[in-house]
C-alpha cells in the first residue's frame, strides 16, 4: 500500500512516532526524518484528536519529481484552480508549507500571490495566509480555519530527489488545550502542571484502544484522568495526598460538568507502594518525580534523591505487580535528571526484569529518545512502557 497521510511531529518526533506505532503497528509507518512520518491508512482513520505528538496531519495529493520551488509553484497554480468547485461557496484561504525545499520566506509569498492569481482568474474570491516562516504554525492554521471546508494548505515535503505534495486536513487545536491545562479550578506548581498533550501520548501508549479502564496510581491533580475521560476511557485516580484527590474530584466535576463527557471515573486516597486497586486495565501516569530543582542539585543531594525516588518506584512496581495478570501495560513518565550535561535516569529501570516486567521497545523510536525535557530543565520526564510478565 502507498502511504496515504503524513503526520508533522511535534518539538519531540519521538514521542510522536512511539505513540503512532502503538495505535497503529510499526508496518504502516515511514519515518522521513525532520519531524515527519508517512502513514499507509486514509487520514479519516486517523483519531487526529487523541494524538498528544502530531501537530497537524495532511493527505497526501501527489508526488513531484523535482524539488524546485519553481517547478512545485507552477504545478500548483495549474492544477489547483481545476478543483476549486470542491470547496463550498464563500472566500476561500489558502497556506503553503515547504518543508526541507530550499525557498525563502520570499519565495514562498510569491508563490501564493500568483496561486492567488490563478484561483482569482478562476472564479473564486481568495485570501493567502502570508508565511513568516517556511512552515505555518498551529496558530495560524487554526485561527485562519485552513482545514475548515473553504481552507487549502497545502504542504510541500521533500523526500529525497522527489517531492510529496499534501493537503493538511487536521491541526492541534492548541486553543483547546490551553484550555484544559488553564481553566481548570485546581492546579498546582508544586505537583507540575503536565501538559494535556503528553499526559494523551502516555495514556496511547499504555493503551491503544478506548475500551478500558485507565489508572493513574500518582495522580495528583487529575490531568492523566481528564484526558482519558476526554478519550472515552474509564478512569480511575490515587494519590497519598488527600488534598490531591480533593484538586482531582474538584476538576474532574468541572469537566463531567460538560455532559458530552460521559465515561466514569472513581479516585480514592491511597499509597502507591501498598494500596490495594478495585479492577483496572492499564495504567498510565506521571509517578512520584522527587523534589523540584529550578537549579542543579550537588552531587549528594542529587544521590540522596535518586535513592529515594528509585525506593518508591521499587516498591510501587512490586504492588502492582502483585495484582496484575501477565500482559498487563503500564506506560508510566518517571524522572530522568539533566545535570551539568549528563542524563541521569531512574535505577529502577536497570531491575524492571526482577521486579515483574518487560520492557517495551519500538521500531521506529529509541526508548532512550522517548523522554520529554525542556532546555534547562533538571527534572525530565522518561516514558517508559512495559508489561506484566
Ligand atoms: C508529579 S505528581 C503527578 C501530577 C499529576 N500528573 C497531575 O496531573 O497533577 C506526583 C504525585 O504523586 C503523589 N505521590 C507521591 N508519593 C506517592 C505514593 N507513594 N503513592 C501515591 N501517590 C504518591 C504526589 O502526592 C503527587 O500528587
Known amino acids: 500500500m502507498q502511504p496515504q497521510s503524513i503526520a508533522l511531529l511535534g518539538r519531540q518526533p519521538a514521542l510522536g512516532i512511539a505513540e503512532l506505532e502503538s495505535l497503529y503497528g510499526a508496518d504502516v509507518l515511514h519515518p522521513l526524518g525532520e519531524g515527519l512520518v508517512l502513514i499507509d491508512m486514509h487520514h479519516s482513520e486517523i483519531d487526529f484528536k487523541r494524538l498528544g505528538g502530531s501537530v497537524k496531519l495532511g493527505k497526501i495529493l501527489t508526488q513531484l519529481d523535482t524539488n524546485d520551488w519553481k517547478k512545485i509553484t507552477e504545478y500548483m497554480t495549474k492544477n489547483v484552480p481545476k478543483h476549486l468547485d470542491e470547496f463550498p461557496e464563500g472566500k476561500l484561504r489558502l497556506g503553503l508549507n515547504a518543508i526541507g525545499i530550499k525557498a525563502s520566506v520570499n519565495d514562498i509569498n510569491r508563490s501564493g500571490l500568483q496561486l492567488k492569481k490563478a484561483i482569482k482568474n478562476a472564479g473564486r474570491s481568495v485570501r493567502v495566509v502570508p508565511n513568516k516562516e517556511n512552515e505555518l504554525n498551529s496558530a495560524q492554521t487554526l485561527h485562519n480555519q485552513l482545514t475548515g471546508p473553504t481552507g487549502l494548505e497545502m504542504a510541500a515535503i521533500k523526500e529525497g530527489t522527489k517531492t510529496i505534495l499534501a493537503q493538511i486536513t487536521q491541526v492541534q487545536d492548541i486553543d483547546a488545550y490551553a484550555k484544559r491545562d488553564q481553566a481548570r479550578p485546581k492546579r498546582d506548581a508544586k505537583v507540575g502542571m503536565l501538559p494535556p498533550k503528553l499526559a494523551q501520548t502516555i495514556i496511547n501508549l499504555a493503551a491503544p484502544t478506548s475500551d478500558a479502564t485507565v489508572l493513574d496510581p500518582f495522580c495528583g491533580t487529575g490531568v492523566v484522568l481528564q484526558e482519558a475521560l476526554l478519550m472515552g476511557f474509564a478512569a480511575y485516580g490515587t494519590d497519598l495526598e488527600p488534598r490531591m484527590i480533593e484538586y482531582t474530584d474538584e476538576n474532574l466535576a468541572w469537566l ?14 491511597g499509597d502507591a507502594t501498598a494500596f490495594t486497586w478495585q479492577k483496572f486495565d492499564v495504567i498510565a501516569g506521571e509517578t512520584y518525580l522527587g523534589r523540584p530543582f529550578s537549579n542543579p542539585p550537588d552531587e549528594k543531594t542529587l544521590r540522596d534523591v535518586m535513592q529515594d525516588v528509585d525506593t518508591i518506584h521499587k516498591k510501587f512496581l512490586r504492588n502492582v505487580a502483585s495484582q496484575t495478570e501477565p500482559g498487563t501495560r503500564l506506560c508510566i513518565a518517571v524522572p530522568a535528571w539533566f545535570v551539568r550535561g549528563r542524563t541521569y535516569h ?16 519500538f521500531v521506529h523510536a529509541r526508548n532512550e529518545d522517548l523522554v520529554y525535557h525542556r532546555e534547562n530543565q533538571v527534572v525530565g520526564r ?7 510478565k
Open 256 to 269: 463531567t460538568s460538560d455532559t458530552s463527557v460521559k465515561a466514569p471515573y472513581t479516585t480514592a486516597v
Open 346 to 361: 531512574l535505577k529502577t529501570l536497570d531491575s524492571l526484569e526482577e521486579l515483574g516486567y518487560t520492557r517495551m521497545s
Open 382 to 388: 522518561e516514558l517508559v512502557v512495559i508489561t506484566r
